[in-house]
């Protein structure tokens, strides 16, 4: 069976994840952030690959991203079936901790912009008890219109205080269409990321999976297990997976 390993690329449904390690990606995320070229990072999983491949539009906005990391677990088995296996598993939230890092050592600044009212306000206020030195210059809720005045009020906003790096928490596929017909109205962007619920988990609101069950790579179904309106992410899965199995006996590379 041939395999994309000369283009460090794996297929899956309608989506080229680069084949990295997560050094590698930290590696090549670093460079970005030492450029002003605004690089866009999005961080598919199984229902993100899903909607790709229900809609053309989406998978040509995935096209257009500087980096894909593979953040569903749900990637890696897929892969593995496809026999061209992703070296691991990329979680989008360990490698927004890692910029943040990145940001506080070399003095770069960061949005974020999403979630409910005040949750992107007490995200910033629990990430400065770690971060302490981290320059967090701008936060807003994401429940403003993604077009038209409003949005070019955020816009403004964000111009003014000149963020290097953003992290938009809108959700799929929200997130990743504002970024990518907004993130090069920001001049100062170095790094634009979609990052789902991270505010929720950076302000309390919501607890990620304990560590044994981050280290077994099933943060997914302990999410789902406590949430019931996850509860479709099942059919979503078993569907994902229906799909990857024909792609293999297809061949369709």
Known sequence: MPTNRSTKKVKILTLNIPNLSEDEAKKKISNMLKKRNCAKIYTPNPQMALGCKNARSLTALFKRADLLLPDGIGLIIASHILKDPLKERITGIDTAEFILSFAEKNNLSVALLGAKPNVATLAKKRLKTRFPSLDICFTHHGYFEKSGRENEIVLKKLNFASPDILFVCFGFPAQEK?????????????????????????????????????????????????????????????????????????KKY
């Not at 990518?180 to 100062?188: G, L, M, T, V, Y």
């Not at 790094?191 to 997914?220: H, N, Y």
């Not at 789902?224 to 024909?246: A, E, G, M, P, W």
Request: aromatic share 14%.
């Open 178 to 250: 504002w970024i990518d017909e907004n993130a090069k109205k920001i001049a100062s962007l170095r790094v634009c990321m979609g990052l789902g619920g991270a505010l929720d988990v950076w302000s309390g609101k919501t607890k990620r999976a304990p560590k044994f069950v981050q280290r077994i790579k099933l943060e997914w179904l302990w999410r789902t297990l406590s949430d019931k309106q996850r509860y479709h992410n099942f059919s979503d899965v078993s569907r994902f997976l229906f799909l990857i199995f024909l792609q293999r006996k297809n």
